[in-house]
């Protein structure tokens, strides 16, 4: 990727950011979804896990002015409700799974309800109340054309740019998580039962570990090219091992324009990659900040440069097992690839900075990604010292004040 191209940094950006809705004491919302007809503020796996869905933006700038308008639009009608959000990717206490109603879907979205009905029955309510954030990007129409050589047809070589960060950013998917990671703190009723209280058990993203949203095995899939990755998702899905490559529960997703399918992936091709590592920060407002979507941007530029590999089963499964290992909270005991993560993630960090080094805002925005490793200051870190004495109490207060820092 040569730095000097006009179109390097442009691009295309969308969130799906997901929170629960809350009563006044704290627990679940037993309201039905109050935003039906509104595409932008959707819901996800239940009635109370309430979608903020942006529109595709072209700058991370405006993306983050439209989730806030989002935000504030359904801020004002859930205070009316007497109802809030719960700011973070652990959910509130959970007195029974009759807390918990799957989302109610008719007519011709009826299967959205079947679906969700037969991910109960596989994973169980509690773990599919995680919340999380989304990110989708996608390069500019004018960067991909301006790089086409004219050897393959477009089409082709599009999805071979898609296909080929695809493998990167889930090669080396522990290092935003590492990042960003900020739910280290839940409450006991998470794992059943009639637990209670504040609990802490070695994760710094509870939901990134191998405790959280995860499928029951590890899918290995052929990325020898686009189309030998689509059957592989396909073979799964005919065994019955998936129900739909939405059920695909790794931390990169390379998607077509419209809904996400393997019909639809084959039929129109790879519009744009999904990270789905980010943990809702209590530390944000709109819980994410600004710098990291940004880095984020930076990093998927940087891996596109990195040379092309074969992504070999193994190293599938060392990426899982990397990305679960990034999502622990003592940094000085995670081993990325056997190698301190401390060690691995500055080396990154370092070579990005070389890259970028004609771009002094770059460079400082790595800089401030470098702090939370040498300095320990991961929003993991913070929260925990936040949250830990009083987990529903505290994230409460927070959800009262509307979205203000803690």
């Known amino acids: 990727m040569n730095l000097t191209n006009e179109y390097i940094f442009d691009g295309r950006f969308g969130l799906e950011r997901e929170t629960l809705r809350i009563a006044n004491d704290g627990r ?5 979804h109050p935003f039906e007809d509104n595409k932008y503020l959707d819901r996800d796996f239940c009635e109370n896990q309430l979608e903020l869905i942006t529109p ?18 359904a801020r004002t009608v ?32 009826a299967f959205k309800h079947d679906y969700r009905l037969a991910l109960e029955r596989r994973y169980g309510k509690r773990l599919m109340l995680y919340s999380g954030i989304h990110f989708n990007f996608s390069f500019s129409e004018e960067l991909i054309k301006s790089l086409y050589n004219g050897n393959e047809s477009y089409t082709d070589f599009k999805n071979a740019l898609y296909f080929r960060l695809l493998k990167q950013a889930f090669r080396y998917s522990w290092l935003p998580l590492l990042l960003t990671a900020a739910s280290p703190v839940y409450d006991l009723s998470l794992d059943g039962g009639k637990l209670a209280g504040s609990g802490f058990d070695g994760y710094s993203s509870r939901r990134s570990g191998d405790k959280g949203y995860w499928n029951q095995f590890v899918p290995v899939l052929d990325y020898t090219d686009l189309y030998t990755y689509i059957e592989s ?19 990169v997703r390379l998607k077509p324009k419209g ?10 091709g790879a519009d744009h990659i ?50 679960q ?46 702090k939370k490793i040498t300095q320990n200051t991961r929003y993991c870190v913070t929260v925990y010292d936040k949250l830990i004495g009083n987990f529903n109490d505290s994230m409460l207060e927070l959800a009262k004040r509307h979205g203000g820092d803690i």
């Open 28 to 32: 679940l919302a037993k309201t039905p």
């Open 56 to 73: 595709v933006c072209g700058s991370i700038d405006r993306l983050m002015q439209v989730l806030e308008h989002l935000d504030n639009q």
């Open 78 to 109: 859930l205070s009316e409700m007497g109802e809030y959000m719960w700011m973070n990717s652990n959910p509130p206490h959970i007195d029974s799974e009759r807390d918990i109603p799957i989302a109610k879907y008719h007519g011709e979205k």
């Open 233 to 251: 998702v396909d073979n799964y899905i005919t065994k019955g091992a998936l129900f739909s490559a939405g059920e695909l529960y790794l931390p």
């Open 259 to 268: 809904r996400y399918s393997v019909e639809g992936l084959m039929e129109s």
């Open 274 to 323: 999904e990270l789905r590592m980010f943990d809702l920060n209590p530390l944000s407002r709109l819980g994410i900040f600004r710098e990291d979507l940004e880095f984020t941007h930076y990093y998927l530029i940087y891996l596109l440069r990195l040379p092309d590999f074969v992504f070999t089963p193994e190293l599938q499964r060392a990426a899982v097992m990397n990305h």
């Open 325 to 370: 290992a990034a999502a622990r909270y003592n940094l000085s005991e995670i081993t990325i690839d056997n190698y301190p993560a401390k060690d691995a993630a500055l080396s990154i960090l370092s070579d990005m900075s070389a890259y970028f080094k004609d771009f002094p805002k770059i460079v400082e925005n790595i800089d401030l990604q470098k």
